[in-house]
């Protein structure tokens, strides 16, 4: 359980530091309405980083990955639904609607080809 809760906060940490880096670096705000090149890229990446996060999750976790996988998911959705309804009707919704519809789920993607992985050498 502990490596679980471990791969959750990893996972998380990977996804979450991705974004931060990339609006940083960018200079562009996440709330902001964005040209349509920033849009495909930023969200192609953090899908990208999001696999990644699901991924490290079950790889740390061990058995059971795939939960820890959908934990990290969670987390991803939550922290989106948290930004839109900290700001109804204030600025773009475009990286929060990415997030619920294509990163959290990616996030599974991540945790089931790891899953996926260790069956077969199981």
């Known amino acids: 359980m502990a490596r ?5 906060v ?17 200079r ?22 999001a696999f990644l996060a699901g991924y490290v999750a079950a790889a740390i976790a ?3 990955g795939m939960l ?6 969670i987390a991803i959705a939550a922290g989106a639904l948290v930004s839109l309804i900290a700001r109804p009707g ?15 789920p990616a996030a ?4 089931y080809v790891r899953t996926r992985q260790r069956q077969e050498v199981d």
């Open 4 to 8: 679980g809760l471990l791969g959750i």
């Open 10 to 26: 990893a996972g998380y940490i990977i996804f979450a530091g991705s974004a931060v880096l990339l609006f940083l670096i960018s």
């Open 28 to 49: 562009h705000d996440p709330h902001a309405p964005a040209s349509s090149g920033f849009l495909v890229f930023s969200v192609v990446y953090g899908i990208v980083f």
């Open 62 to 64: 061990g058995l059971g």
């Open 68 to 73: 820890y996988a959908m934990g990290v998911a």
């Open 90 to 104: 204030k600025g773009a919704i475009w990286s929060q609607v990415a997030a619920l519809l294509l990163m959290a």
């Open 108 to 111: 599974l993607v991540g945790g």
